[in-house]
Nanobody
């Protein structure tokens, strides 16, 4: 099994910054993509950003230029640096990781979610 532990959420004023972290542990053989999703109240979960094993990144249009995703493969950790935060960024942020476990089975793991609240 693969477990994800997120940290870094909190309350910040508009224009401020936060950095989210997500560490993967367990029976990991390798990790393919790592990503962040978010879900605001009464809205569907949406992709924020993801990063592949070769470092390629993709961002939602709403966060381009403000958020940066990165990963530390040695630590099995993905980060999301969020700058110039807006009230509409308020949501629960979830980490997602895909890869193969030590039995060569594919896994698709989710973190427990971390609340990000941006006040105006």
């Amino acid at each position: 099994q693969v477990q994800l532990v997120e940290s870094g959420g909190g309350l910040v004023q508009a224009g401020g910054s936060l950095r989210l972290s997500c560490a993967a542990s367990g029976r990991i053989l390798n990790i393919f993509s790592m990503g962040w999703y978010r879900q605001a109240p009464r809205k569907q979960r949406e992709l924020v950003a993801f990063i592949t094993s070769d470092g390629s990144t993709n961002y939602a249009d709403s966060v381009k230029g403000r958020f940066t995703i990165s990963r530390d493969n040695a630590k099995n950790t993905v980060y999301l640096q969020m700058n110039s935060l807006k009230p509409e960024d308020t949501a629960v942020y979830y980490c997602n990781v895909d890869g193969l476990d030590s039995d060569y089975r594919g896994y698709h793991a989710w973190g427990q979610g971390t609340q990000v609240t941006v006040s105006s």
